[in-house]
């Protein structure tokens, strides 16, 4: 990986014959730099996502948030995890979202009843269980080996007071 790293960002030792291969894979793959990943990794931003099983949001949040340079801004995987960032937010005395501020996905229940209400990434998911479910009855009908695909469904920002722009802040 590092490699990768090096080529992309001129640095490091990388023979010629290495550079051109993964130059050729990054045209091939269509590859494109996340620059908001590489700001996160220099320490030049300070936004980072929960990737944690429900049961450890509380435990990853309190460890992200005692950080000495705490981020501004989490974006958890679903509603009950950013519900659970929130929770340990306001028992730090975080204002939310003056200090922090917290976003989900899916726009369950949950993410009206928080405090503040959650921004969220709607997902349509009752498309998405439809779109398994025809999956899983293809494969029992016809059990041959199917090649796997991506499924990208529409999605919606639902902007709400769980979040605000940096500069924005109170």
């Known amino acids: 990986m590092m490699t990768v790293s090096n080529v992309i960002n001129g640095t490091g030792k990388v023979s010629d014959q290495t550079r051109a291969s993964v130059r050729q894979a990054i045209r ?15 320490g030049g931003c300070s936004r980072i996502a929960l990737l944690y099983s429900d049961q450890q949001t509380p435990f990853a949040a309190k460890q992200i948030l005692d950080l000495q340079n705490r981020p501004t801004a989490i974006v958890a995987s679903n509603d009950d995890m950013a519900s659970g960032v929130v929770w340990v937010a306001q028992q730090r005395r975080l204002e939310l979202p003056g200090d922090l501020s917290v976003a989900g996905f899916d726009d369950t229940p949950t993410a009206l009843k928080s405090w503040p209400p959650l921004t969220v990434i709607r997902q ?42 940096v500069g924005a802040r109170p």
């Open 124 to 165: 349509p998911i009752d498309r998405m269980v439809e779109h398994g479910v025809s999956l899983l009855l293809d494969s029992v009908r016809t059990p041959t080996m199917s090649v796997p695909q991506d499924v990208v469904f529409d999605y919606t920002l639902v902007e709400r007071a769980s979040t605000s722009a």
């Open 28 to 42: 091939n793959t269509g590859y494109v730099p996340n620059y908001e990943a590489r700001r996160l990794a220099s």
